[in-house]
């Protein structure tokens, strides 16, 4: 009889949560876009992105880090405010999803009621403070192949390849096999402060990205991200955001900065193709 009158009370508390629970309001978040600034302090040159993720809030409460597009239930109901926040792979490394320190979030009011969903289309653009270098290959190029590098880079706008006008093309082969280049000198802010390497690349073989150091006593080479190449069925444009803030910060003694790339043809392959646009180095 006590199990009976057990069971009956379980019963009877499940069947008043379901009763006094409602049904979930929706949010559905698509894809971000990127428009430009109406008043920047320099121009961000083409206005690509790889914004994969958002952090996403209703009102002060974080819901959650997801991959747009995306619906998510929420139990909120009536009158709030969600904000969503660019995020990116870091480094290129999706388990480190960061907010992207550069760009606007995006923040809506809207009303939530149970069974309805309410669909955002997030836009962002770079706050008015952010500093950009770039090497987008349209003008004079800014990056200098090394005196000892057998390989040189090569502007080119084929259209089989070209996304934004021109670019740069490094071809590597078995004779030929080696690529080390430079950019123009870059004064970067140190003391922590955020630094990114933005680049859009497409690739069959791996190039490694890196940072110089230099004073007047030293230069400090200083190896960063290897962007690994793709196969060649499926290779395509991609972009990356690179962190440059620890070594920079990292380099006290450092008068100024060069942005560097060293590749090798890869072990497996005879031939290797390195196609890199909208090279840009951003902080604030």
Not at 29 to 54: Q, R
Not at 141 to 168: F, R
Not at 250 to 263: D, K, L, T
Request: aromatic share 12%; proline share 5%.
């Amino acid at each position: 009889m006590k199990i009976l009158l057990a069971l009956v009370a379980l019963v009877a508390i499940f069947s008043s949560c379901i009763k006094n629970n409602d049904n979930p309001a929706w949010i559905e978040v698509n894809e971000w876009t990127l428009e430009a600034n109406i008043d920047p302090i320099s121009s961000a040159g083409e206005l690509t992105h790889n914004f994969t993720d958002c952090w996403l809030y209703v009102d002060d409460t974080l819901i959650g880090v997801f991959e747009v597009p995306f619906k998510v239930p929420v139990m909120h109901k009536g009158a709030h405010t969600i904000s969503v926040y660019p995020t990116i792979h870091n480094n290129g490394i999706s388990a480190t999803k960061k907010i992207y320190p550069f760009v606007e979030y995006y923040q809506i009011d809207v009303t939530l009621e149970a069974d309805q969903t309410v669909t955002i289309n997030p836009v962002t653009r770079y706050f008015n403070e952010v500093n950009f270098w770039i090497e987008d290959f349209e003008g004079g190029t800014k990056i200098t192949d090394a005196p000892e590098s057998p390989v040189n880079l090569v502007k080119d706008n084929d259209p089989i390849y070209s996304q934004w006008g021109y670019y740069g093309k490094i071809d590597l082969t078995e004779s030929f096999n080696e690529w080390i280049a430079t950019s123009e000198d870059m004064n970067l802010p140190a003391s922590g402060a955020e630094v990114y390497l933005e680049i859009d690349y497409y690739n069959t073989n791996s190039v490694e990205t890196g940072v110089l150091g230099i004073s007047s006593s030293e230069i400090a080479t200083n190896p960063n991200v290897t962007i690994n190449g793709q196969d060649p069925s499926e290779v395509q444009w991609k972009k990356m955001y690179i962190d440059l803030k620890t070594i920079v910060s990292g380099s006290p003694n450092a008068e100024y900065f060069q942005q560097s790339f060293e590749a090798n043809l890869d072990s497996t392959n005879t031939t290797g193709l390195i196609i890199l646009d909208n090279i840009k180095v951003v902080h604030f």
